[in-house]
């Protein structure tokens, strides 16, 4: 069993900045985080295995990073836009799996809401 505990989300303004982060129950090589929007399929955001890979939609804005003592990714997102409105899940699987869109493991979600 492995428990991802996510926090961070929230209503902001567009331009603001929010830092989601999720902890896992045991430590992990590869974690990162994806985003479903109402009406839209899961996405790849980010992930993080020593190597920062990033969504092109979010590369110039959000920052993905680990504190490896702590098992845990965050996710800094910076001037934010309406469009980046979804629930976002942290994630625990490899770069490859990532990049198809799968993990190992899901967290429950949280909602980040961003208003014009």
């Known amino acids: 069993q492995v428990d991802l505990i996510e926090s961070g989300g929230g209503l902001v303004q567009a331009g603001d900045s929010l830092r989601l982060s999720c902890t896992a129950s045991k430590p992990f090589s590869g974690m990162g985080w994806f985003r479903q929007a109402p009406g839209k399929e899961r996405e790849f955001v980010a992930h993080h295995s020593g190597t920062q890979y990033y969504a092109d939609s979010v590369r110039d804005r959000f920052t993905i990073s680990r504190d490896y003592k702590k098992n845990t990714v965050y996710l800094r997102m910076n001037d934010l836009k309406p469009d980046d409105t979804a629930v976002y899940y942290c994630?625990?699987?490899?770069?490859?799996?990532?990049?198809?869109?799968?993990?190992?493991?899901w967290g429950p979600g949280t909602q980040v809401t961003v208003s014009s």
């Open positions: 994630a625990v699987g490899s770069r490859s799996q990532a990049l198809r869109g799968s993990a190992d493991y």
